[in-house]
C-alpha cells in the first residue's frame, strides 16, 4: 500500500490557449491535511479541478493511492475515493437540507445520514428547510456534509470559510479537525484565509503561475512572514 494518497506529477493543464498548471507537483500523505495557498489566479482551483479529473491533463500524471488516474474521468476518480467541495457550494436550492445529503448517500443507506448531523447538528435543525433558506456557513457544511456522506479518503476543499464570520470559520474547522479523527481522510484545503489555513493544516505548499514554489510545515510558514509576503503577498497575523 502506498504510504501517499495523491502524487500530483508536474501536472500540466489550463484552458483553450491558456496555460495555468506548468509543472505541478505535490504529494498528500495518508491521513495528512495540506494547505494551498498563493495570490489570486496563480491556479489553485485548478490544481483541484485537475486532480479531481474535471480538467484535463496536458502533461503530467495523478496517481492517487498508487494508481495512475490520470485519463479516468471524474466519476470514476469520485468511485475510488476522491471529493470535491467546490467554491461555488454545491448546495440544490429547491431541495431540503435531507434531500440535498441523500442526494449524496449513492448507495449507502439513509441510517449514514447520522454520520453528516453529527458532524454539524446545525444540519439537524434545519433538515427540512430549503437549500435556498441556509446562511452561507450552513451552505458550506452542507455542501461538505455531502461529499463527505460518499466516503471520499481524499477531500479537495476550494475556499470553504470564504465569505463567512469569524465564529463560523472557527465551527466549520472544528468540524474539519474533527472530521480527520473520526475518519482519518486526507484533505487539500485552498484558502485565502491564510492564517486559518495554516492553523488546520500540517504541511502547506504555496503555488505561483501553477507551479510550486514553496512547501513547508505549516506552522513554521505561519511565522515566515517574509515568505508569505513574498509569495501570498498578504498581511498575516
Ligand atoms: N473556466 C475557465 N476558462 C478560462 N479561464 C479560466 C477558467 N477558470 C479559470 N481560468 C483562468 O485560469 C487562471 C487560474 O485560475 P484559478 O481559478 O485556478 O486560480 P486561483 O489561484 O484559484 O484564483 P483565486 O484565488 O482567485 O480563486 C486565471 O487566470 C483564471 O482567469
Redesign the pocket.
Known amino acids: 500500500m502506498s504510504a501517499l494518497m495523491l502524487e500530483v506529477k508536474s501536472v500540466q493543464a489550463g ?2 490557449p ?1 496555460t ?1 498548471l506548468d509543472g505541478l507537483s505535490f504529494q498528500v500523505a495518508r491521513g495528512e491535511r495540506l494547505a494551498m495557498i ?1 495570490r ?7 490544481a483541484l479541478r485537475a486532480v479531481m479529473g474535471v480538467v484535463p491533463l496536458r502533461g503530467g500524471s495523478i496517481l492517487f493511492a498508487g494508481e495512475d488516474v490520470s485519463r479516468l474521468s471524474a466519476h470514476q476518480r469520485a468511485e475510488r475515493g476522491l471529493g470535491l467541495v467546490p467554491q461555488t457550494r454545491d448546495v440544490f436550492p429547491s431541495l431540503t437540507v435531507e434531500e440535498n445529503l441523500l442526494a449524496g448517500l449513492k448507495r449507502r443507506p439513509k441510517a449514514a445520514l447520522s454520520e453528516a448531523y453529527d458532524l454539524f447538528p446545525r444540519l439537524a435543525e434545519r433538515r427540512h428547510n430549503g437549500g435556498n433558506q441556509l446562511s452561507g456557513g450552513e451552505q458550506q457544511m452542507l455542501s461538505v456534509a455531502r461529499a463527505l456522506l460518499g466516503q471520499p479518503r481524499l477531500l479537495l476543499m476550494d475556499e470553504p470559510l470564504e465569505g463567512l464570520a469569524p465564529l463560523i470559520r472557527q465551527e466549520l474547522l472544528a468540524a474539519f479537525r474533527h472530521m480527520g479523527q473520526q475518519t482519518g481522510i486526507s484533505v487539500v484545503i ?1 484558502e ?1 484565509q491564510v492564517d486559518e489555513a495554516l492553523a488546520y493544516a500540517g504541511r502547506a505548499v504555496i503555488l505561483d503561475h501553477g507551479a510550486v514554489v514553496h512547501e513547508d510545515d505549516a506552522a513554521k510558514l505561519a511565522k515566515d512572514t517574509d515568505t508569505l509576503e513574498r509569495w501570498v503577498g498578504m498581511a498575516v497575523h
Do not use: A, S
Open positions: 484552458y483553450g491558456m495555468v498563493g489570486n489566479g496563480v491556479g489553485k482551483t485548478t485552498v485565502q
